[in-house]
């Protein structure tokens, strides 16, 4: 099997795989079909003009292939993109302040014991050294 049979032999695959897909959204997720398809018709277009351009086929198959792939990213750039009623304007970009409630003292049914440090209580006494080993003298 020589490198370019290998090669369309996986570009196959990927394509069955990407139709598989399609038909599991048709089947089983119907409602995000209509979110994906654009991008899923994207990459299926790149791949079969993929395909067509490694089998041989001319410039009029494959240039119909890029089209379409390119007017599904579009659709799907489109799709992705927030209405302009829906964006915010420059005046709600703004931090508003919120109006709060007003609070109340918040009484703790055990308010925390505050310990101070006592003064001058502690015992002063010289720091400890450490234990050193016997000086030996080499031999």
Same mark, same amino acid.
Request: contains cysteine.
């Given at each position: ?16 795989? =990407? ?25 299926? =277009? ?22 379409a792939a390119g007017a599904a ?67």
């Open positions: 099997m020589t490198e370019q049979t290998l090669l369309l032999h996986l570009v196959d695959l990927v394509l069955a795989v =990407s139709l598989l897909e399609l038909l599991w959204l048709l089947l089983r997720r119907p409602a995000l079909l209509a979110q994906l398809l654009p991008n899923l018709l994207a990459g299926l =277009s790149l791949t079969l003009a993929l395909r067509l351009g490694l089998g041989g086929a001319g410039l009029a198959w494959v240039a119909p292939c890029l089209a990213h579009l659709l799907d750039l489109r799709a992705r993109r927030q209405p302009a009623e829906l964006k915010p304007g420059p005046s709600e970009l703004a931090v508003q302040p919120r109006a709060h409630p007003p609070t109340q003292p918040t009484v703790h049914p055990n308010p925390p014991v505050v310990r101070t440090a006592p003064s001058q209580s502690w015992p002063k006494t010289a720091p400890r050294r450490m234990p050193t080993a016997p000086h030996q003298s080499p031999r």
